[in-house]
C-alpha cells in the first residue's frame, strides 16, 4: 500500500461522505449526522495510522497521530457539548504544538507571525470580546494556540524538507475554518457550513497524508 493507492480508495469515500453530510437535515437526524461526520473524520486518522504502521512506527507514540485521534473525538462530543468538544479540541491542539517545537522550527520569524495572526483574529472578533467578556476566554487561549501552530506550519516548506508542505497547508486550512466557524457563532447572518467542514476534513487529510514522508 502507497499513498497514491490510498488516496484513490479514500478520496471517493470522502467526497460521499462529504456531500451526505452537506445535505443531511441535521436537526432531525443528530444520531446518524454525527455518525457521517465522525467516519468523515476517521478517514484521515487511519490514513495517519497506516502511514506510521507501514513505516514500523507504533501510531500511539506518535504526536500527530493522536491530535488527529482527539479531533475525531471531538467531533462527536461537541454535537453533545460544546464546551467538551472545544475543550477536546484544545488539547489536542497542544500536542500539535508540541510536536511543532520538536521540530526545531520556531525563530523570532515565528513568533512575528504569530503576534500578527492573533491581533488580525483579535480585530474581527473584537465586538465578541466585548459583548461576552470572561465567557469569551476560552476561546481567546484557542485563538492563540491556533495562531501559533500556524505561525510555526507556514515557514516549515522554508526551514525542513517539501514534505512538509501538506502540513503548512492544512494548517492554513484550518485556521480559516475555525475563524469561518467562530463568525458563524457570532452572526447568524454567515452561513458557511459547507466550507467549514470542506476546510476542517481537507486539514486533516493533508496533515495525515504528510505522516507517509515524515
Known sequence: MSL???????IPIGIAIFYLYSNMDRERNK???????????????????LA?????????????????????IADAVREYTFVSGMF??????????IWLIMQESVTYINI?????????????????????????????VYVIILAFIFSV??????????????????????ITSDVIFGMQM?????????????LYWGALYLISAALWYI
Open 153 to 174: 506550519s507556514l515557514t516549515l516548506p522554508f526551514t525542513h524538507p517539501a514534505v512538509y508542505i501538506p502540513i503548512a497547508v492544512g494548517t492554513l486550512m484550518f
Open 112 to 140: 512575528i507571525i504569530w503576534l500578527v495572526v492573533v491581533s488580525v483574529i483579535f480585530y474581527i472578533f473584537r465586538r465578541m470580546f466585548k459583548a461576552r467578556g470572561l465567557d469569551a476566554l476560552p476561546f481567546c
Open 4 to 10: 497514491p493507492v490510498w488516496l484513490i480508495i479514500a
Open 186 to 198: 457570532n452572526s447568524r447572518r454567515v452561513k458557511f457550513g459547507k466550507t467549514v467542514m470542506f
Open 88 to 97: 477536546i479540541f484544545g488539547i489536542a491542539h497542544v500536542l500539535f504544538v
Open 52 to 72: 506510521l504502521s507501514l513505516k514500523g512506527e507504533n501510531p500511539f507514540a506518535n504526536l500527530l497521530f493522536w491530535f488527529i485521534t482527539l479531533c475525531v
Open 31 to 49: 444520531f446518524h449526522s454525527i455518525i457521517v461526520k465522525c467516519i468523515g473524520s476517521f478517514i484521515p486518522l487511519s490514513c495517519a495510522g
